[in-house]
């Protein structure tokens, strides 16, 4: 059996505000300690339970917070960016299942550092479905028929995980109290919630279906100001809905549409306050 895993920083345990997920400030290194610990206690419980193939996507910022000389041994891990299909990288067929570890809920939604990629981001839409991070990895994931078995993070990115999947299994390690407070486990009593779930998901792993991506999408991503939709419009095919902030292109089907959420949010980044 071979599992993926997309790990997010937002989402783990004790973490409430910018200065541990921002590489630039005092708690980061603190942070990525205690993501990697984290991440290890679900790769040693899937070992434990029969995978024979654990494959590890870091999925925050620049991607390379894991500390690949403390993470399980018999892993193998993605680390860095620029990569083609960025939180999801390395996804494929092969897997039995995915999980996503260190999730949060999307922009515009009450959590703990709640956002859709970027802050310019308001909501992202798949033929009008609002979706976050999690909402369009988990169709990523579905177009190769992989089901996201286990989602852990914040109360709110599970609450977002259990209305989107059925059957989903779900350990929220901490409860948001506002966007950049929370109530917190333990690393270590997270951890053993992380370990109990996850080998529970791994043996009901076929009896939750992937979630399946419509054809032909249509992307629409309805950003703060127009400024930054104006920035994302430069992406060839993409058009601007008249009266609103929202940029639309038509996709040929969800990975196109992923690629073209990831260049859009990047041009976005460009737009100047001043």
């Not at 996850?198 to 792993?205: D, G, I, P, Q, R």
Request: charged share 20%.
């Amino acid at each position: 059996m071979k599992l993926y895993l997309s790990v997010d920083m937002e989402g783990i345990t004790g973490l409430p505000d910018y200065t541990y997920v921002d590489s630039t400030q005092h708690n980061y290194e603190r942070a990525r300690r205690i993501m990697t610990q984290e991440t290890n206690y679900v790769i040693d419980a899937a070992f434990n339970t029969g995978c024979e193939h654990v494959l590890v996507n870091d999925s925050h910022s620049k991607m390379n917070n894991l500390l690949v000389d403390e993470i399980h041994k018999e892993a193998e891990l993605i680390t860095g960016d620029v990569k083609p299909l960025s939180m999801m990288q390395g996804i494929d067929g092969s897997f039995a299942g995915a999980m996503f570890i260190g999730y949060h809920g999307r922009a515009a939604n009450f959590g703990v550092m709640s956002h859709s990629m970027i802050h310019a981001v308001r909501h992202f839409y798949i033929n009008d479905q609002p979706l976050g991070e999690l909402g369009m990895n988990a169709y990523v994931a579905g177009h190769f028929g992989v089901p996201i078995i286990l989602v852990s993070g914040d109360d709110q990115a599970c609450k977002e995980a259990e209305e989107l999947i059925p059957g989903v299994y779900t350990v929220a390690v901490k409860e948001s109290i506002s966007r950049s407070a929370v109530k917190s486990l333990t690393p270590q009593k997270a951890g053993e919630r992380l370990q109990k779930k996850v080998k529970e998901a791994l043996t009901s792993a076929d009896k939750i279906e992937p979630l399946t991506p419509p054809d032909n999408p249509v992307l629409n991503i309805e950003f703060n100001n127009y400024g930054q939709a104006e920035w994302a419009h430069l992406m060839p095919g993409t058009e601007i809905i008249p009266g609103t902030t929202k940029v639309s292109f038509q996709a040929k089907d969800i990975l196109e549409a992923y690629q073209a959420m990831l260049v859009m949010t990047e041009l976005a980044m460009h737009t100047k306050f001043s």
